[in-house]
């Protein structure tokens, strides 16, 4: 069951630290300033990436995030760039993409910025949640997926890598949504929305999102693995707006058995060096078998569930970016 796994996992193991050579590698890290995406960038410059690109929502706090890179890896000054992304915006989201199918080459990027928050907003014309954490994160996903093949098309033996950061917690919910007949305007609904367990949902559907994508792409050659990560509880900054109850038995189980945002970090990393294997898979304590995946996802409702989900998300990606579906 995913909870023992995880249980299990955070008291009893550690994410292994990463070996892998970078050289020559161009990495992007999305929400990447502070947590895990911080964390990530700094092992992928202890590896020795030639390049690594930072997005970020605030420039400014890339830039100090960047100085204080600098200071642990010297290498920093000239590999680190940073740029702005926002995920609450389609159009920052198609900006960014733009900018990255101008790079010569990109080796891997891992798509880790995310939301947590009960307090009710709109982005875009839908749940804020909904928004950064589904919608957003699979334009970007499309977007960046044709700069992933032209690399692969030129640099025959690298294999791309595209890491969606996920979560334990899609398991956690009945996700009764799916019941009605529009997934999305039942949560762009208000009165009727359940913010309590919001970021669980999200994070369900944005696995069924890779995971649509990866059966579509498992056959495309060249070829470009896809795949999510759950970096498991880390000491990060993803739950700071969470309050009452909620606030209180996040900060119990942080104190119980959470690892550091080094540790979590490695995670990231480790999916981005995971394989061919590890396409569609969702990748859990830094290894490739779906342990710690929810059964429904690959049950027969599960299956409907994400065709269905995947119908009505690609019908509002056609609406932000014509012809993306072609992708």
Request: aromatic share 8%; net charge positive; with cysteine.
């Amino acid at each position: 069951m995913p909870l023992r796994h995880e249980l299990h996992s955070q008291l009893f193991t550690r994410p292994p630290v990463p070996t892998a050579d970078f050289s020559g590698k161009t990495i992007i890290v999305t929400g990447s300033n502070v947590g895990l995406g911080k964390e990530a960038v700094q092992h992928f410059l202890r590896l020795k990436a030639s390049k690594v690109i930072m997005a970020v929502r605030s420039v400014r706090k890339g830039e100090d995030a960047k100085i204080e890179i600098t200071k642990n890896y010297k290498t920093a000054a000239s590999a680190l760039e940073v740029w702005p992304l926002d995920y609450s915006n389609y159009a920052s989201c198609q900006d960014f993409a733009a900018k990255v199918a101008t790079l010569g080459r990109v080796d891997a990027v891992v798509l880790n910025a995310g939301i947590a928050t009960e307090e009710w907003e709109l982005f875009e014309g839908h749940e804020s949640q909904v928004t950064v954490n589904v919608i957003s994160t699979t334009l970007l996903m499309l977007l960046i997926l044709p700069t992933l093949y032209a690399t692969a098309e030129k640099y025959p033996s690298v294999t791309p890598v595209l890491t969606v950061v996920g979560s334990g917690v899609h398991a956690y919910t009945k996700f009764p949504e799916r019941e009605n007949p529009k997934i999305f305007d039942s949560m762009d609904d208000k009165k009727i929305s359940r913010m309590g367990d919001r970021y669980q949902v999200t994070k369900l559907m944005s696995l069924f999102a890779v995971r649509e994508v990866a059966e579509k792409t498992a056959s495309k050659r060249p070829f470009v693995i896809i795949n999510t990560v759950n970096p498991g509880l880390c000491y990060t900054e993803l739950n700071r707006s969470a309050v009452g109850g909620t606030a209180v038995a996040m900060g119990v189980m942080k104190a119980m058995m959470a690892w550091t945002a080094e540790e979590g970090g490695r995670t990231l990393v480790f999916a981005s060096v995971a394989g061919q294997e590890s396409h569609g898979v969702f990748i859990s304590g830094s290894k490739i078998p779906n342990t710690g995946q929810s059964k429904f996802v690959t049950s027969a409702e599960g299956k409907r569930t994400q065709k269905k989900m995947w119908g009505e998300l690609a019908e509002i990606l056609e609406r932000i970016q014509p012809g993306i579906s072609a992708i």
